[in-house]
């Protein structure tokens, strides 16, 4: 089946969820025809460029009848930010923006005794999703690392759930950070669902902690990077691939 082709939506606001996170609300005729509930699924911001378009993917944060909000986790300044941090920090009402999705889902298997999501500031969006959605007796923890305490934030999540807010003002400099903090929690018994993402170095590191433990089925196991130090997406694309061609190889 082919993709839906890319839509212009309009800018209806933003606001600062946090310090350094920047939640942008767009809507307009091209929600008429977007797909319902599609909350934690990816969208493409398209962005004309001199070499064509660039696209970069953010995440569905909320999605209503007539707009939907995407959080920007703000990190960098200047010529340090990407092309989609900049557009978000300065969209005002009524600019247009093309974009393309929806994409799947990125929801944790629900299947197991108990839950653990890793993340920083760029899935907290997802991982915020996936908490609301979750059964009210689901348990485990979610380890989630922002940049200051003033960008922690109220979540929605069921009361067996234990979030863990990590203080990191230097995102991507630590690549066993999050590895460190998931080594030192209480194990639950049973069955793990495990969904974590982060940058690519962290991620790796999480992967292979968990692959050589053994103990989380492949159903059971969502491990992906959102962003990796020093590289923009189209970069960190191509490093993915490579990562996933040396795991398959």
Known sequence: MAKPEP?????????????????????????????????????KLIFPSEHGRLMRTYTIRKQREDEMDIDF?????????????????????????????????????????WMLFVGDMTSLPAISVNLEQLPTDAKGYALLEVQTESDIQPLNKPEGIQIKWLINDRPGQDSNAL?????????????????????????????????????????????????KMGLNEDQHKVEKRNDLDAIEA
């Not at 939506?9 to 307009?28: C, I, K, Q």
């Not at 990190?75 to 900049?86: L, N, S, Y």
């Not at 962290?202 to 989380?216: L, T």
Request: net charge negative; glycine share 10%; proline share 4%.
């Open 73 to 113: 986790a703000i990190h960098g300044e200047g010529e340090h930010q990407g092309i989609a941090c900049k557009w978000a920090l300065n969209a005002q009402p009524g600019d247009e923006i093309l974009i393309g999705g929806p994409g799947p889902k990125k929801l944790a298997s629900e299947n197991t005794d």
């Open 179 to 227: 590895l460190d903090n998931i080594k030192s929690l209480d194990w639950l018994d049973g069955s793990l669902s495990l969904w974590a993402a982060c940058e690519f170095s962290s991620m790796r590191n999480i992967r292979a902690y968990f692959k050589d433990r053994g103990d989380v089925s492949k159903a059971d196991f969502y491990v992906s990077s959102y962003w």
């Open 7 to 43: 839509k212009l939506f309009t800018v209806v606001r933003s606001e600062y969820v946090t310090p350094n996170m920047l939640r942008v609300t767009v809507g307009g005729e091209a929600m008429k025809n977007f797909p319902k509930d599609q909350e934690s699924g990816y969208i």
